[in-house]
C-alpha cells in the first residue's frame, strides 16, 4: 500500500528565512508525486508536481520540490519564506497501479512578519 | 466552469440523523472522490469513483455510501451520523485523459460537518 510520512506537524519561521519540509513515501515502484498547499479556510490547491524526468521540480510562488528516489523522499523547498506563505502543506502520493491519491498529515506552517 | 461544486458548506447534525453532501463537477471527471480533513490526520479516503455506476471504498469508508449514477454528480450519503463523524469533508475530481494513475485532483471548497 501507499503511504506518506511528514516529519513536521508544525513549523514556525521569520520572514526571509528558508523552508525545507520533509516527505518520505513508502512504495517501491514509480509513484507520482505530490505537494498541495490549503490557505486559512480555503481547499488545497496543488503547489508542484513530479511525474517522472528532471527530479527538480518547480511549482507555483517559488516553491521547488526534489525527488531523491534512493531516499524515497520528495522534500518541498522555498528559499525565502514570506507571511502569505502560511498555510498548511500536504505531500501526496500516487503510486502506480493504484487510482487514489494518498495524503500526508500535513505540515502547519506560520511564517510571522 | 464553475469546477467542483459542493453543498452545503455548513450542516449541523444530531446524532443519528442522516444527510447527503452534495457534490458536483461540470468538467467531464470521470474521477470522483471524498476525503475527510481532520486536525493532525490530514486527508483520509472516504470512498471513490472512476466512472458513471463505478465506486470503491477508500481508507475509512464505514458509515458513508456513495452512488455515481451519473459523470457529474458524486453524493455522500451518512446513514445514521455520530459525533466522530464531524470533520470537514472535500470532494474533488480529476480530468480524464490523463496518463494513467497521474493523480492531479481538484478540490472543492469543503463541507463542514458537526454532529452533536
Known amino acids: 500500500a501507499q503511504s506518506v510520512s511528514q516529519h513536521n506537524h508544525h513549523v514556525i519561521l521569520s520572514e526571509a528565512a528558508s523552508l525545507e519540509l520533509g516527505c518520505n513515501y513508502s512504495?517501491?515502484?514509480?509513484?507520482?508525486l505530490f505537494w498541495y498547499v490549503q490557505y486559512p479556510g480555503q481547499h488545497l490547491q496543488l503547489l508542484l508536481k513530479?511525474?517522472?524526468?528532471?527530479?527538480l521540480v518547480k511549482g507555483i510562488k517559488g516553491f521547488e520540490a526534489e525527488f531523491i528516489k534512493s531516499k524515497f523522499s520528495f522534500n518541498l523547498r522555498k528559499p525565502s519564506v514570506q507571511w502569505s506563505d502560511t498555510a498548511e502543506y500536504f505531500c501526496?502520493?500516487?503510486?502506480?497501479?493504484?487510482?487514489?491519491?494518498?495524503f500526508g498529515k500535513g505540515t502547519m506552517l506560520l511564517v510571522s512578519p | 466552469n464553475a469546477g467542483v461544486t459542493q453543498t452545503p458548506k455548513f450542516q449541523v447534525l444530531k446524532t443519528g440523523q442522516s444527510m447527503t453532501l452534495q457534490c458536483a463537477q461540470d468538467?467531464?471527471?470521470?474521477?470522483m472522490s471524498w476525503y475527510r480533513q481532520d486536525p493532525g490526520m490530514g486527508l483520509r479516503l472516504i470512498h471513490y469513483?472512476?466512472?458513471?455506476?463505478?465506486?470503491d471504498q477508500g481508507e475509512v469508508p464505514n458509515g458513508y455510501n456513495v452512488s455515481r449514477s451519473t459523470t457529474e454528480d458524486f453524493p455522500l450519503r451518512l446513514l445514521s451520523a455520530a459525533p466522530s463523524q464531524t470533520s470537514v469533508y472535500f470532494c474533488?475530481?480529476?480530468?480524464?485523459?490523463?496518463?494513467?494513475?497521474?493523480?492531479?485532483?481538484?478540490f472543492g471548497e469543503g463541507s463542514r460537518l458537526t454532529v452533536l
Open positions: 513530479y511525474f517522472s524526468g528532471d527530479p
Open positions: 501526496a502520493v500516487n503510486a502506480a497501479g493504484y487510482s487514489t491519491l494518498t
Open positions: 469513483s472512476v466512472g458513471a455506476g463505478i465506486t
Open positions: 474533488a475530481s480529476r480530468p480524464p485523459g490523463q496518463r494513467t494513475n497521474t493523480g492531479e485532483l481538484f
Open positions: 468538467m467531464n471527471h470521470e474521477y
Open positions: 512504495y517501491g515502484g514509480t509513484v507520482n
